[in-house]
């Protein structure tokens, strides 16, 4: 069964600071990560996707993928109460035809 | 942009009724995804479609059926409601001639069976 792990929090962060979300996944040979954001009640919606290893960044968000560790980040920059929401890592798995999400970490950004 | 549209937002039904919940997406995609959401289990696939009648069992098939008859709707079926089904369930689609498309999810629909 493939996987993909992630702390369930919740993460605190004071309103201002730099959020740190983690990600693990177990197949090696996915080559597509998604990071969803969802807010109480509401469905997922996608905030980055990364392709290739290195860093990737959207205005305050930075997605960063290590294929080699299997381990794929997500940081908030400057985080705002409004980025207080359950944050899901996706991936794609070797065979293109699937996402695997994991269970989601919660962040708590207090002002 | 993508458009998901699940057609009930809240859903309340009894034990044993047999329950509809219908999706549609506007993008012309291929691929289309139920799963169902509960607290600490995180997103579970019931089903999922390739394209106009095809279906695959996901991980908790159990207790339901889906149907695709057209390419832009798919609709999943609870043929016995039971309690056990009461949860958020969220319809996705996505773009298969992309190896590397997400998925886009329609609004949800929470289904409480009583």
């Known amino acids: 069964q493939k996987e993909v792990e992630q702390n369930s929090g919740p993460l605190s962060v004071p309103e201002g600071a730099i959020a740190s979300l983690n990600c693990t996944y177990s197949?090696?040979?996915?080559?597509?990560f998604f990071w969803y954001r969802q807010y109480s009640g509401k469905s997922p919606e996608l905030i980055m996707s990364?392709?290739?290893?290195g860093d990737k960044e959207d205005g305050r968000f930075t997605a960063q993928l290590n294929k080699a560790s299997q381990y794929v980040s997500l940081l908030i920059r400057d985080s705002q109460p409004s980025d207080s929401a359950t944050y899901l890592c996706a991936v794609i798995n070797q065979a293109g035809t699937a996402l695997i999400f994991g269970k989601g970490t919660t962040l708590s950004v207090s002002s | 942009d993508v458009k998901v549209t699940q057609s009930s937002r809240y859903l309340v039904k009894r034990t044993g009724e047999k329950v509809f919940l219908e999706c549609v997406q506007d993008?012309?995609?291929?691929?289309m995804f139920w799963y169902r959401q509960d607290p600490g289990l995180g997103l579970r696939l019931i089903y999922f479609s390739y394209d106009v009648k095809m279906k695959e069992k996901g991980d908790i098939p159990e207790g339901y059926s889906v149907s695709r008859e057209k390419k832009e709707r798919f609709s999943l079926i609870l043929e016995s409601a039971s309690t056990n089904q009461t949860s958020m369930y969220l319809c996705?689609?996505?773009?298969?001639?992309?190896?590397?498309?997400?998925?886009?999810f329609g609004n949800g629909t929470r289904l409480t069976v009583t």
């Open positions: 996705a689609s996505r773009d298969q001639g992309q190896g590397r498309s997400p998925l886009h």
């Open positions: 990364i392709y290739s290893n």
């Open positions: 993008m012309d995609h291929e691929n």
């Open positions: 197949d090696r040979g996915s080559q597509s």
